[in-house]
Structure formats: structure tokens, C-alpha cells
Nanobody, 114 residues
Framework: QVQLVESGGGLVQPGGSLRLSCAASGFTFSIYVMSWYRQAPGKERELVASITRAGTVTNLLESVKGRFTISRDNAKNTLYLQMNLLKPEDTAVYYC???????WGQGTQVTVSS
């Protein structure tokens, strides 16, 4: 089955860290550009970061620079988002996306609150 499954979300205090994972299955993960998006309540979905097949990071959202890192492990068919120094405004549902033949995961909730 062709799918993307996110995991790793949860509740974290401001200043904390989380690592999101996106497990790909049913297709050749390594040939696709991948991205993380997020959608906060009442707001439009926004692009957080993208990564090329070779691992070059592109389109990194200005507000997460220096705090978030996107990476991929093509051998494990997995996309990652390491999130450090989290802020309340990072609260959102985070989605992974496959470019080309578009495919989205179901999302994972990240809540940053004390």
C-alpha cells in the first residue's frame, strides 16, 4: 500500500524538542523530493522545509531556521524533522508530503505548552 505515516508528535514544554518521523511504504522513497508542512488551528497549511533526493535542504521556513532540521534516510524509507527550542507558535498538525505524484500523510499533532 502506498502511504506516508507520521509519528513522534506530542505535548512538549516551550524550549523542548521533538523528532517527527514519516515512514514511507509502497513506493521508491529515494527518488522523490519530500517536505514537511504544518497547519495551525484557523490557519492555512504552510511549508516548513523540503529535502531533495540527495539530501539538500530547500525552502526552510524563516521562523524555524536554526531550530528545525529536516533529514532523510533513504535506506529506511523515512523522513525526519528534528525540532528544537520549540515555541507555542509551533503548535500545529505536521504533515509529510511527497512531491511529483502528490501524496500526504495523515498528520501528527505537536502541541507546545507549559
Amino acid at each position: 500500500q502506498v502511504q506516508l505515516v507520521e509519528s513522534g508528535g506530542g505535548l512538549v514544554q516551550p524550549g523542548g524538542s521533538l523528532r517527527l518521523s514519516c515512514a514511507a511504504s509502497g513506493f521508491t522513497f529515494s527518488i522523490y523530493v519530500m517536505s514537511w508542512y504544518r497547519q495551525a488551528p484557523g490557519k492555512e497549511r504552510e511549508l516548513v522545509a523540503s529535502i531533495t533526493r540527495a539530501g539538500t535542504v530547500t525552502n526552510l521556513l524563516e521562523s524555524v531556521k536554526g531550530r528545525f532540521t529536516i533529514s532523510r534516510d533513504n535506506a529506511k524509507n523515512t523522513l525526519y524533522l528534528q525540532m528544537n527550542l520549540l515555541k507555542p507558535e509551533d503548535t500545529a498538525v505536521y504533515y509529510c508530503r511527497r512531491w511529483g505524484y502528490e501524496l500526504w500523510g495523515q498528520g501528527t499533532q505537536v502541541t507546545v505548552s507549559s
